[in-house]
């Protein structure tokens, strides 16, 4: 089981990273190689809806070649890890857990150039410099990576109807101490980075009943969606505690700058259409949010730096 793959261009990506791109273009770019040593691999759960986190495999009965194992660096501690980080990799039910947002990229490249693939295979000496290459971000190779909030939002909503199920099953009143203790525990007992700062599903998600942490988390709420000059505003329909246990409550809004990156993915593009679309009609979201809400003036603001960082219940990706 290998997490880096390369596609029929020669672009070298994670397995989360090529399942990302199938969700929002619909495209597959297989068939896959090691990107090392450029035997044929098998992509699992990156076209398909499954309940493990996408992975590339070796068809049965074949082999890495000229000392190559599939993974990125000088070799034995990466390639040791891998799989052991891959078997503890949590599935709840058919859940599939993202367990990092991370940045989007741009994919690598490893061929010399004018290597088309089409030639012999790398020697020993070529697959050492292909690996060493790689920017071996164990984040990125190790485990479910996404760049969007959406994947993630609904990994939480099934987590926590898991978590209620499980607490129920358990004979937990409803509400009582043992039973959020019991939702607690499932919910943290999975891992979620966010951007590199160590959260789980229990502690990366803020609603309005606390006051904003001053760091970014994945906030979230409903509310109506107005066009204000060059932005698109969410105005929530719950004041939020002004500080920690303070009955000071002040409005919360989400800014979205309508202005995209000039080589934004159309699937931005597309976003931007809907949330535009949705505050012509005066409709409302219930939405979440990624980054640190900031006190202006009598209310909090949080202004998202990329579409990525805002999903909505319905949201379309293509
Ligand atoms: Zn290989």
């Known amino acids: 089981m290998s997490s880096l793959g390369m596609d029929r261009n ?33 992509d699992r759960c990156i076209v398909t809806e499954c309940v493990k986190a996408p992975h590339f495999k070796l068809p049965n009965g074949t082999a890495h070649r000229n000392g190559c194992n599939g993974e ?9 890890n891998a799989p052991s980080e891959a078997s503890k990799r949590t599935v709840v039910g058919k859940i599939e857990i993202p367990e990092a947002l991370v940045r989007r990229r741009k994919a690598s490249s490893v061929r010399k150039p004018g290597d088309d693939g089409l030639g012999a295979p790398p020697d020993a000496i070529e697959i ?55 939702f607690r525990e499932i919910l943290d007992a999975h891992d979620l980075s966010l951007y590199k700062q160590k959260l789980t599903y229990g502690s990366a998600f803020q609603g309005s009943r606390l006051s904003p942490w001053h760091v970014e988390r994945v906030y979230n709420g409903s509310g109506k969606v107005l066009a204000e000059n060059d932005c698109l505003v969410i105005k929530d329909m719950n004041t939020w505690p002004r500080q920690l246990k303070s009955r000071d409550l002040i409005p919360f809004e989400i800014k979205v700058s309508k202005a995209l990156a000039s080589d934004a993915p159309t699937s931005l593009l597309r976003a931007l259409a809907e949330l535009e679309h949705i505050a012509a009609s ?10 640190v809400p900031l006190l202006q003036g009598q209310k909090f603001e949080l202004s998202v730096d990329s579409l990525d960082h805002i999903y909505w219940i319905g949201q379309h990706q293509r």
């Not at 070298?12 to 929002?24: D, N």
């Not at 050492?128 to 939002?153: G, H």
């Open 72 to 80: 990125a660096g000088d070799g034995v501690t990466a390639g040791a």
């Open 128 to 182: 050492v410099r292909r690996r060493r290459l790689i920017d071996s971000d164990k984040t990125i190779s190790s485990c479910f990576t996404t760049s969007q909030l959406r994947p993630i939002v609904h990994a939480y909503k099934r987590l926590r109807k898991h978590a209620y199920e499980q607490a129920v099953a358990a004979g937990l009143e409803r509400g009582s101490a043992a039973y959020n203790a019991r």
């Open 10 to 42: 020669g672009d070298v990506r994670s397995a989360s990273e090529f399942k990302e791109i199938f969700g929002e273009t619909g495209n597959s770019y297989g068939p896959y190689k090691c990107p090392f040593c450029e035997v044929p691999f098998e």
């Open 282 to 291: 005066g409709g409302e979201v219930e939405w979440w949010a990624y980054g």
